[in-house]
């Protein structure tokens, strides 16, 4: 009988990452054909995986499972309503208000830029913002143009968009009434020996990040939106919801604060300032109070790895026609598991190292 072949581990992570990329090139000729309907049913799965958190909460309270699921479907729909009688109407008022007046904000900033010339010109300062200043208007113009043109198209997609919407929704609702017994089937594949590992650390990465993110999302957006309020900020509900959501993409929130307050500043520079300061100190007060008790060190990622694993998402999901901000939403998560998976694999091998280092040691002859 042959005996067992024991390969090197670098041998195995060079097997394995060519059948990595057969099987996903193999994945995305799979999908791309029923484009949009993965993309949908990953979302659902996604809602209804954050909806199951609260749900489980309420079970672990001593409420039985269908009242807690009753209880949970009512909220999430009441909410939905709320938002679609109150929150989405202001959204789209203020996002059409914005783009009517965004000309002439950066009519606006053009003066600002022929003033700063002038001013550097007098002190003798080698500086022209012409170039800068027509630049900018253009752009300007044509970005708002563009966001015309897609406000158009969103409106003339309003029956693909409720169908999708409906298809969403209804799988949600049976992912969530039937979730535990699809888990418990899909892990039934995995090896014994792993099964634990895979499937605690997908359940407490998931409902760790996506309902701290979510959570933080919502508390953001409220705070800000009272603080821009009295602040009087124009437009204040679009650009609290929108920095507050920006969340859910790690440092997207500071590039949105930034660009926010920048376009503020273009009708006037103190409201500018007024913004950047109230979402910098809110979002300190969230990071630095709320943060640490529902999330603490749940993905355990350098910043570095954060950079990098956001572009790679975005563009595989892309490759496999999920979409670049489904896949920005699942990137720190599926990254922060398989830095655990590849963690325990590391484990495993010193341990397996170790034992043959001793197993040989004995054999040895002295």
Do not use: H
């Amino acid at each position: 009988m042959l005996e067992r072949l024991v390969l090197p581990p670098w041998l195995r992570l060079g097997l394995a990452l060519p059948l990595l990329v057969l099987n996903l090139w193999v994945l995305r000729q799979l999908l791309l054909p029923l484009a949009p309907f993965p993309a949908l049913f990953l979302a659902a799965a996604l809602i209804a995986f954050l909806l199951d958190i609260p749900t489980r909460w309420l079970t672990g309270q001593g409420a039985p499972r269908p009242l807690a699921l009753l209880l949970v479907l009512g909220l999430a729909s009441g909410a939905v309503v709320l938002a679609a009688l109150w929150l989405v109407p202001r959204l789209i008022v203020q996002l059409d208000e914005l783009i009517r007046a965004l000309p002439g904000w950066l009519a606006q900033g053009e003066t600002l830029l022929d003033r700063l010339q002038e001013w550097a010109a007098s002190r003798g300062l080698p500086t022209d913002f012409g170039d800068l200043s027509s630049e900018l208007i253009s752009r300007g113009s044509k970005i708002a143009s563009q966001l015309s043109q897609r406000l158009l198209g969103l409106l003339g997609a309003t029956v693909g968009l409720t169908v999708n919407t409906v298809i969403v929704l209804v799988l949600t609702v049976f992912l969530l009434l039937g979730g535990e017994r699809i888990v418990a089937g899909l892990a039934a594949w995995l090896p014994p020996g792993v099964r634990p590992l895979v499937v605690g650390t997908l359940q407490r990465t998931f409902s760790g990040y996506f309902g701290g993110q979510v959570l933080l999302a919502i508390i953001l957006s409220g705070l800000q939106m009272l603080v821009f309020t009295l602040l009087g900020i124009p437009y204040g509900v679009l650009f609290a919801v929108t920095i507050g959501f920006t969340t859910l993409v790690p440092y997207a929130s500071a590039l949105t604060i930034v660009l926010v307050s920048l376009l503020l500043a273009l009708q006037d520079p103190r409201q500018g300032l007024e913004v950047l300061a109230a979402a910098i100190t809110v979002g300190q007060l969230v990071d630095q109070v709320i943060q640490p008790r529902l999330m603490g060190s749940i993905v355990g990622l350098q910043p570095a790895w954060l950079l990098i694993c956001l572009p790679i998402g975005a563009r595989l999901a892309s490759l496999l026609g999920l979409g670049e901000l489904l896949g920005l939403l699942l990137a720190v998560p599926l990254a922060s598991c398989g830095k655990t998976f590849l963690d325990a694999w590391a484990v495993r091998l010193r341990a397996g190292d170790r034992a043959a280092e001793r197993a040989n040691s004995r054999i040895t002859p002295a």
